[in-house]
């Protein structure tokens, strides 16, 4: 049996009206590392719900494609559509056997999707998931608890923090954030990735962890 691609550690955070997801970019199939700079998480339905997902990448793209139809076929409501998901991932005889979990969120609700039929809105407006999952939750509650970082920089440190535990997880960073009406704020002029290099290791400039990478935007998918 040849081996199956892994991925790799997903964070999402609510935080003072903003949601964030974000996730690392490492593929990993066997003991060899075949992508740095894979993207795990994305815009869906007109860039009003963000993605993530953990697992193996093939069953996860489906899983992708599967939520986007029902965010389609019910409006855009997210619960609905993870209710819709979740009945269809139990019942579907090739979707059942798919290997992957998923972070869904939009503005107002954080949702933790499994191939059980679980469909989970954590208390604390936080969830991660993946084989590094464990090292970024704790990592982003006790940040969340102690410091006033924005949601976007609680995903951004908790990753890095993972990466440095998990070897299935990269400093390959990519947070995506999606404000409430009343917490939007202007895109960049010129639009396009706002991405924020690596430090080098050993440098600290900001204070942030060595080797983390931020991307706070994407092109959103057609």
């Given amino acids: 049996m040849s081996a199956r691609p892994h991925a790799t550690t997903i964070v999402g955070v609510r935080r003072d009206g903003v949601v964030a997801i974000g996730g690392d970019g490492q593929v990993t199939v066997g003991d060899v590392v075949m992508k740095h700079r894979a993207a795990k998480v994305r815009r869906l339905h007109r860039d009003t719900v963000l993605a993530g997902f953990a697992g193996a990448v093939a069953d996860a793209l489906t899983l992708f494609d599967k939520f986007e139809q029902q965010l389609d076929r019910h409006q855009g409501l997210l619960l609905r559509a993870a209710v819709g998901l979740a009945k269809e991932w139990r019942t579907d005889r090739y979707l059942r ?19 059980d039929g679980e469909i989970i809105e954590p208390d604390d407006d936080l969830a991660a998931i993946g084989s590094g999952g464990p090292y970024a939750l704790a990592a982003a509650k006790a940040l969340l608890q102690n410091t006033e970082l924005d949601a976007a920089e609680v995903v951004r440190r908790s990753l890095a923090i993972a990466a440095s535990l998990c070897i299935y997880t990269n400093y390959e960073i990519t947070v995506l954030t999606l ?17 924020e290099p690596a430090a080098p290791p050993g440098e600290d400039p900001d204070g942030a962890l060595p080797g983390a990478t931020v991307a706070a935007e994407e092109p959103s998918r057609g």
């Fill in 179 to 195: 404000p409430s009406e009343s917490a939007a704020e202007p895109a960049p002029a010129g639009g396009g990735p706002v991405t």
């Fill in 97 to 115: 056997h798919l290997e992957a979990m998923l972070i869904v969120a939009n503005a107002d609700q954080l949702l933790l999707l499994s191939g």
